[in-house]
T-cell receptor, first 112, second 114 residues
């Protein structure tokens, strides 16, 4: 099925470890986004990309990095995991019409 | 800059009662507005969206929302609550800059009492 695929679904990291959250879409969408969701806080934008080779910071980019070498993939990198990065992470993409956003099923990350 | 405010972090209704979840937005240009639902431990599912066509928008599962420019509101309603409607609901506005990012409200958790 076409959509946004996130891996892994769950992960436990130790403080200081690094990892990459994967996000892939097969809808040829130019726009892609990474959000984090914390209880009672809604979703906050970490990074976004308007096309291959172009990325920009959102509201809460500290501690994260992204790259966009292809239209399909938009990985999110955590270099030195901290407990404050315990959250649920959602990747999303947007079609060109403005009305269609597709979300992945999320990655639940715990940093201990 | 655009923003979204959801009034009430928790709303409790009886099964069969009217559901009303409030959302107010701030935008200097005609916005695109969305309602999403999130069931426990799941992702976000689009309920409905307003993209400057009809002001009354019908969505899935019997939900609808009315865009009221004069009140800068986009409240979500359902005539009769069902137990399966218990979830968290998010209102969002699409930024009208080059990012087109979604800006979310803080969410409203709907509880349905039997």
């Amino acid at each position: 099925n076409a959509g946004v695929t996130q891996t892994p679904k769950f992960r436990i990291l130790k403080i200081g470890q690094s990892m990459t959250l994967q996000c892939a879409q097969d809808m040829n969408h130019n726009y892609m986004y990474w959000y984090r969701q914390d209880p009672g806080m809604g979703l906050k934008l970490i990074y976004y990309s308007v096309g291959a080779g172009i990325t920009d910071k959102g509201e809460v980019p500290n501690g994260y990095n992204v790259s966009r070498s292809t239209t399909e993939d938009f990985p999110l990198r955590l270099e030195l995991a901290a407990p404050s990065q315990t959250s649920v992470y959602f990747c999303a993409s947007r079609d060109g019409t403005g009305g269609g956003y597709t979300f992945g099923s999320g990655t639940r990350l715990t940093v201990v | 800059a655009q923003s979204v405010t959801q009034l009430g972090s928790h709303v409790s209704v009886s099964e069969g009662a009217l559901v009303l979840l409030r959302c107010n937005y701030s935008s200097s240009v005609p916005p695109y507005l969305f309602w999403y639902v999130q069931y426990p431990n799941q992702g976000l599912q689009l309920l409905l969206k307003y993209t400057s066509a009809a002001t009354l928008v019908k969505g899935i599962n019997g939900f609808e929302a009315e865009f009221k420019k004069s009140e800068t509101s986009f409240h979500l309603t359902k005539p009769s609550a069902h137990m399966s409607d218990a979830a968290e609901y998010f209102c969002a506005v699409s930024a009208m800059d080059s990012s087109y990012k979604l800006i979310f409200g803080s969410g409203t958790r709907l509880l349905v009492r039997p």
